[in-house]
């Protein structure tokens, strides 16, 4: 391990303050490979002879930890995949356990979550699910294709599936476990471990896609200052409290895409109020947005006056 990472807590890590790469050394490239159908399986073969899953994370973690961080560590937001992939990672090695395994004991099944999986929903040759859907320079990709998957490694980073409901009890958690909720009845964690979780963290930067990409839910103000903390994004909005003139309250929110598919939420817990949306086409994001502010718009507490 290099020795700038000495000092570097999973705090950080969560909150994208760890000054880890994007992406693991040398596996940018793979991403690059799996856009191109003929290279896509020689790709997945390099993934897969790492072992396990647990042994392609810790090969993962070991890979980003030798290196030189990408920025000095806790000094500004840095958006990193592996961040998260390391995260599970260390789960595994704490448990001996696969990251998958304990999702499903520790959150699906407490959750009452019985359509959670890992990777794209349902069978490549059926169309028992919505298939995902994204194109390559101008061309639809082949949801069938070994080329329109990401590696599976990546799952702590993004690659959980289930339904628009089970979803919701996923945000529920939060949304009740928040200490500002009126409503607030903690489950599976702490209320103070929640409250560490939603709490403000330091100024963040554009760095990174998901700034620049995300910043939509500024409904109907201007473009918040907007922080990061353990996988939230953090801002106010006057929308997000109460009905008087002047309100303002904190909304935490998030999005992604695997490339197929994206998917945003955004929660006021001080109004006991959130959306989610998704959307089976992976560069269809700037939909998604729309329904967001739509349903914002729509559905969120009317101001009297």
Same mark, same amino acid.
Not at 28 to 52: C, D, H, K, M
Not at 55 to 68: G, M, N, P
Not at 215 to 238: H, K, Q, R
């Given at each position: 391990?290099?020795?700038?990472w000495?000092?570097?807590?999973?705090?950080? =890590?969560l909150a994208?303050?760890?000054?880890?790469?994007?992406?693991?050394d040398g596996?940018?490239?793979?991403? $690059?490979?799996?856009?191109?159908?003929?290279?896509a399986?020689?790709?997945?073969?390099?993934?897969?002879? @790492? *072992?396990?899953?647990p042994?392609?994370?810790?090969?993962?973690?070991?890979?980003? @930890?030798?290196?030189?961080?990408?920025i000095?560590?806790?000094?500004k937001? #840095?958006?990193?995949? &592996?961040?998260?992939v390391?995260a599970? !990672? &260390? @789960?595994?090695q704490?448990?001996?356990?696969? /990251?998958e395994e304990?999702?499903?004991?520790? @959150?699906?099944?407490p959750?009452g979550?019985s359509?959670?999986?890992?990777?794209?929903? *349902?069978?490549?040759?059926?169309?028992?699910?919505?298939?995902?859907?994204?194109s390559v320079?101008?061309?639809?990709?082949?949801?069938?294709?070994?080329?329109?998957e990401?590696p599976?490694?990546?799952?702590p980073a993004?690659?959980?599936?289930?339904?628009?409901?089970?979803?919701?009890?996923?945000? !529920?958690?939060?949304?009740? *476990?928040?200490p500002?909720n009126?409503h607030?009845q903690a489950?599976?964690?702490?209320?103070?471990?929640? !409250?560490e979780?939603?709490?403000?963290?330091?100024?963040?930067t554009?760095?990174? /896609? =998901?700034?620049?990409?995300?910043n939509?839910?500024?409904?109907?103000?201007?473009?918040?200052?907007?922080?990061?903390?353990?996988? /939230?994004f953090?801002s106010?909005?006057?929308?997000a409290?109460?009905?008087?003139?002047?309100?303002?309250?904190?909304?935490? #929110?998030?999005?992604?895409s695997?490339?197929?598919?994206?998917?945003?939420? &955004?929660?006021?817990?001080?109004?006991?109020?959130?959306?989610?949306? !998704?959307? $089976?086409?992976?560069?269809?994001?700037w939909?998604?947005?729309?329904?967001v502010?739509?349903?914002?718009?729509?559905?969120?507490?009317?101001?009297?006056?």
């Amino acid at each position: 391990m290099h020795p700038a990472w000495e000092k570097v807590t999973l705090r950080q =890590v969560l909150a994208h303050r760890a000054g880890l790469r994007f992406e693991p050394d040398g596996l940018a490239q793979v991403f $690059n490979e799996l856009v191109r159908p003929p290279r896509a399986r020689l790709a997945f073969s390099r993934i897969q002879a @790492l *072992g396990t899953l647990p042994q392609q994370r810790l090969e993962i973690a070991r890979q980003a @930890l030798s290196r030189t961080p990408g920025i000095p560590p806790d000094t500004k937001y #840095w958006y990193s995949n &592996v961040g998260y992939v390391l995260a599970g !990672a &260390v @789960l595994e090695q704490l448990t001996g356990r696969a /990251w998958e395994e304990l999702m499903g004991e520790r @959150l699906f099944q407490p959750l009452g979550i019985s359509t959670g999986g890992f990777g794209p929903p *349902g069978t490549a040759d059926k169309t028992e699910q919505a298939w995902g859907h994204s194109s390559v320079l101008g061309k639809p990709l082949d949801p069938r294709s070994p080329a329109a998957e990401i590696p599976l490694f990546y799952g702590p980073a993004g690659l959980a599936h289930m339904t628009v409901t089970d979803w919701a009890k996923f945000i !529920a958690l939060h949304l009740r *476990g928040d200490p500002a909720n009126p409503h607030c009845q903690a489950a599976l964690l702490k209320l103070d471990t929640f !409250a560490e979780m939603h709490a403000v963290a330091p100024a963040t930067t554009s760095k990174g /896609w =998901v700034i620049r990409g995300l910043n939509f839910l500024a409904t109907g103000d201007a473009a918040p200052a907007v922080t990061y903390c353990a996988g /939230w994004f953090i801002s106010t909005a006057s929308w997000a409290k109460g009905t008087q003139p002047g309100d303002t309250g904190r909304r935490l #929110w998030h999005a992604g895409s695997n490339g197929r598919w994206n998917a945003g939420v &955004v929660i006021a817990p001080e109004i006991d109020f959130a959306v989610l949306v !998704a959307c $089976n086409r992976g560069i269809a994001a700037w939909k998604t947005r729309q329904t967001v502010k739509a349903l914002i718009r729509t559905f969120a507490p009317k101001r009297t006056s």
